[in-house]
């Protein structure tokens, strides 16, 4: 007698990616109810909080950028049960709806959502270090309409980081740890100064951080830091004991001062790689003092011999832009001609006085004979006189290239860059040390890299200022969610033996980026099987493998992928 065939049950495939993963580091934030908290929509006056609504807004952005208008798209081929629980659907997250989130985000105070998100940071992660912060700005393109409106965020032309001054923008201004973790953050008018928000954020952070936090911090920014300004802001009685760590800027007289001392006096220390890699730049520095303003700073003078190379073309290019105008005044002043020696002789000293640079510049004022000009018009009457000549005087100049010694000093100008701090105490942060916190100063520029990458953020397209403002504020969660998970990923990597697989064996990594490892999670699939009891969901065997293991750096298990929210249904597993 043959046996029945056993009856397979209904099952659906259903590609989830990193979604629920990045649902979990929200909740690991506590980024939905500090924002209902915030929210002057509460959540039992509407269908779905506001704070759900912004969550759905960040998985969005984390795992499959979508204009606004087009997020209930991406929920309906998501599975909204396992991220949101049984009661909401795709429609929930339609435009109207998250565009009212948007309005209520910015109702509830932008600065006040963000310092909470900080403070789900500090909970979140015990040795959060405060001792480097890293500050800077970048820009935001905005390709729509936008309606003025007072007191909001001004979406205009400003200086464009994206390379593109034809169309209005918004800055963003952002400092992190050196961890990469975001602790401050703002939205900012599309043509704000990078050296006037400076100022304003050394201001702010006395009011975001504590005393004791304050104390062992140091202020990490780029050279637009150091003006009379912001120096002069440090003497204030609210910022006088705050350390900072800057690049001197090149258009400082002292800056040149400096750099010729340490090449004549040749006291170097050679430090080396800071990083391991083949093509890793080797660096060597020395120190001094100076006064700035008034005041004494100390000074680390760095050769890069990675610099060696990039500012040699450079240079080449200034040398040929500086021959070819000289060579085009040089043409001018020839053609010239001046009636006295003393006239000829006093261009001759203008010219050379104004024509000091990497060449350099003989000239000598010759005489020469020319006819005479006749006193009268007309023709001149039948055996009447020629004029008698004249002398005239003539400049006739010489340029000659750059000598080997100048060539070599401007080499060497090229290849260093100098850094400026108030730490005078070489004790606690030695010269190397300011060297690698001051290169940290990547991590920072890493996040904006992150929030720029087209694959999670496109242009801004929204018609409301209020909605633009909160949504770059959204986009600043984001951006703090991203960097919970790889830090999460690469501080529990730290005690790892084998690296993560990133493509199937052909790369591995200690410290992978977190973009590598969404792309592993972006391509994990769960199987819905339809039962009396419901859905149940099984994580597809393809790759479990790394999935698994990523999971475990990030302290989740595999049912973040088969248990949906606000239920506890025992996991259930096979093929």
Request: aromatic share 8%; hydrophobic share 35%; charged share 30%.
């Amino acid at each position: 007698m043959n046996n029945p065939i056993p009856q397979i049950p209904d099952f659906q495939v259903c590609r989830v990616g990193s979604a629920p993963v990045v649902r979990q580091l929200i909740d690991k934030l506590g980024l939905i109810d500090r924002i209902d908290q915030l929210s002057p929509v509460k959540k039992e006056d509407c269908h779905v909080s506001v704070g759900t609504r912004i969550a759905a807004l960040i998985i969005n952005q984390l795992t499959d950028r979508k204009a606004l208008y087009k997020v209930e798209e991406f929920y309906e081929r998501q599975d909204v049960e396992l991220l949101f629980g049984t009661e909401r659907k795709a429609s929930d997250f339609n435009d109207d709806a998250l565009g009212r989130a948007l309005e209520a985000l910015h109702s509830a105070g932008l600065q006040e959502v963000y310092i909470q998100a900080v403070q789900g940071i500090r909970e979140a992660v015990s040795d959060l270090s405060w001792d480097h912060l890293h500050f800077d700005t970048t820009s935001l393109v905005y390709t729509g309409e936008a309606k003025e409106e007072e007191d909001l965020v001004k979406i205009v032309r400003g200086y464009s980081k994206d390379h593109r001054p034809d169309l209005p923008q918004i800055k963003i201004g952002m400092g992190t740890t050196a961890q990469g973790l975001p602790i401050y953050g703002e939205v900012l008018d599309g043509n704000q100064d990078d050296k006037k928000w400076n100022g304003h954020f050394l201001r702010a952070l006395t009011k975001w951080l504590s005393p004791e936090e304050l104390e062992k911090a140091i202020f990490i920014a780029d050279s637009a830091f150091v003006t009379k300004d912001d120096l002069k802001e440090l003497k204030c009685k609210d910022a006088s004991d705050l350390l900072f760590l800057s690049r001197l800027p090149e258009n400082f007289k002292l800056a040149e001062t400096i750099k010729e001392k340490a090449w004549k006096d040749d006291q170097w220390e050679e430090v080396g790689k800071l990083v391991e890699g083949k093509d890793a730049a080797i660096y060597k520095i020395s120190s001094t003092k100076a006064r700035l303003d008034g005041e004494t700073y100390r000074f680390v003078i760095v050769h890069s011999n990675k610099l060696d190379g990039r500012k040699e073309k450079s240079l080449t290019s200034q040398l040929e832009k500086e021959l070819k105008k000289w060579e085009k005044d040089k043409e001018k002043m020839e053609k010239k001609d001046f009636s006295c020696e003393r006239d000829a002789q006093a261009a001759l000293s203008e010219f050379m006085k104004e024509h000091k640079g990497s060449h350099t510049v003989e000239g000598i004022v010759t005489p020469k004979e020319q006819p005479g000009r006749r006193k009268k018009r007309g023709r001149p009457k039948k055996g009447e006189a020629a004029p008698s000549p004249v002398t005239v005087y003539t400049i006739n100049l010489t340029i000659h290239p750059p000598s080997k010694e100048k060539w070599e000093q401007l080499r060497q100008q090229a290849s260093t860059f100098i850094l400026i701090t108030n730490q005078m105490d070489g004790e606690k942060l030695s010269d190397v040390d300011l060297l690698k916190a001051y290169k940290g100063q990547q991590t920072v520029e890493n996040r904006f890299r992150f929030l720029k990458n087209p694959y999670f953020v496109g242009r801004i397209y929204l018609e409301k200022p209020k909605r633009v403002e909160a949504f770059a504020y959204v986009m600043m969660l984001s951006v703090m969610v991203y960097s919970l998970f790889e830090y999460l990923i690469r501080k529990n990597m730290e005690g790892e033996n084998e690296p993560l697989d990133l493509m199937g064996g052909s790369r591995n990594s200690f410290r992978p980026t977190g973009e590598s490892v969404l792309e592993i999670l972006d391509t994990v699939d769960i199987v819905h099987f339809k039962q009396e009891e419901g859905i149940v969901r099984v994580l597809s065997v393809n790759g479990k493998a790394r999935v698994e293991r990523i999971l475990g750096l990030l302290g989740l298990s595999e049912s973040v992928f088969t248990e949906p929210q606000g239920q506890k249904i025992v996991e259930k597993t096979g093929q």
